[in-house]
């Protein structure tokens, strides 16, 4: 068998069940439904979150510890975790001395005859592995600032209408 054809030896990629354990990860169930209300979009703000934090456990717990066990330990980058300002968890490339961080370092490694031959097929499922939940914490993230917003905008929709409701004499306003 030639190196080409070979597969990840020390890296077991996430696989469909270990997304099944994560509340409604396989689809955007909730997504495409009438919201009806602040409390909707509340709702699914906080269902988008969860999920998105599930995510990064799961990272954490199945990912992490393969990427940065042995044999990767002895190469001279990491995967590893970065908190953002936006208060979300990605999966970035970086030197053990925390000197340089970014793909570019694992395109690096990848290049660098120096890296073993026999890693290659790994570090290349590490980084398919990084790139998708990267992707999937990312939109996750999204949609549940989105919700936020959007059940921010029915509340002032909400208040709106209440005031011009209120503004009615009541003798008006029951007929």
């Known amino acids: 068998m030639s190196d080409l054809n070979r597969e990840a030896r020390y890296f077991r990629p996430l696989?469909?069940?270990a997304f099944m354990r994560?509340?409604?990860a396989a689809s955007l169930k909730g997504l495409l439904k009438p919201f009806k209300g602040k409390g909707d979009f509340e709702a699914w703000a906080s269902q988008c979150f969860a999920?998105?934090?599930?995510?990064?456990a799961l990272a954490q717990r199945q990912v992490l510890p393969q990427a940065c066990g042995r044999p990767f330990h002895l190469l001279p980058v990491e995967l590893a975790q970065q908190t953002t300002g936006a208060g979300t968890t990605f999966l970035r490339w970086r030197k053990h001395d925390r000197s340089a961080m970014g793909v570019a370092l694992w395109q690096e490694l990848i290049a660098?005859?120096?890296t073993p031959v026999n890693l290659l097929h790994d570090l290349h499922a590490?980084?398919?592995q990084r790139i998708t939940l990267?992707?999937?914490?990312?939109?996750?993230h999204t949609l549940g600032r989105q919700a936020q917003e959007c059940a921010s905008k029915a509340a002032q929709a909400d208040d709106t209408h209440l005031r011009r409701l209120a503004s009615i004499p009541v003798a008006v306003r029951d007929r």
Not at 51 to 56: G, P, V
Not at 134 to 140: F, G, P, V, W
């Open 15 to 17: 696989e469909q069940p």
């Open 22 to 24: 994560l509340e409604h």
């Open 51 to 56: 999920m998105r934090d599930e995510l990064i």
């Open 112 to 114: 660098t005859t120096s």
């Open 126 to 128: 590490i980084e398919l």
């Open 134 to 140: 990267n992707m999937q914490i990312s939109l996750l």
